[in-house]
Nanobody, 118 residues
Framework: QVQFVESGGALVQPGGSLRLSCAPS????????MSWYRQAPGKERELVAA????????SYADSVKGRFTISRDNAKNTVLLQMNSLKPEDTAVYYC???????????WGQGTQVTISS
């Protein structure tokens, strides 16, 4: 059974940084691209960042390009999202899933809450 456990969210001030972590299970991690999504209150879930299975390519939403960095450790079955220069509009629940341009599994973990506020 596919599972995603996200962590690392917090309340931080604008301009701050956070590092989110996702620990997936139930599939062969190194074979799959992975991605981070976020959903703000009253908005649809959006793709934030993605990384290929080998980590050789990444992609980002325009709104986070230059501020967020996705990475993965295939030895530890972990995918990370480093978020810098955070803005109030980054406030959302962040989720991970498989896939590069669209999510692979119609199953979502509990997510991790990121709140940017002074």
């Amino acid at each position: 059974q596919v599972q995603f456990v996200e962590s690392g969210g917090a309340l931080v001030q604008p301009g701050g940084s956070l590092r989110l972590s996702c620990a997936p299970s139930g599939f062969i991690f190194r074979l799959y691209a992975m991605s981070w999504y976020r959903q703000a209150p009253g908005k649809e879930r959006e793709l934030v960042a993605a990384i290929t299975n080998t980590g050789d390519r990444t992609s980002y939403a325009d709104s986070v390009k230059g501020r967020f960095t996705i990475s993965r450790d295939n030895a530890k079955n972990t995918v990370l999202l480093q978020m810098n220069s955070l803005k109030p509009e980054d406030t959302a629940v962040y989720y991970c899933n498989g896939g590069y341009t669209d999510y692979l599994w119609n199953y979502w973990g509990q997510g991790t809450q990121v709140t940017i506020s002074s």
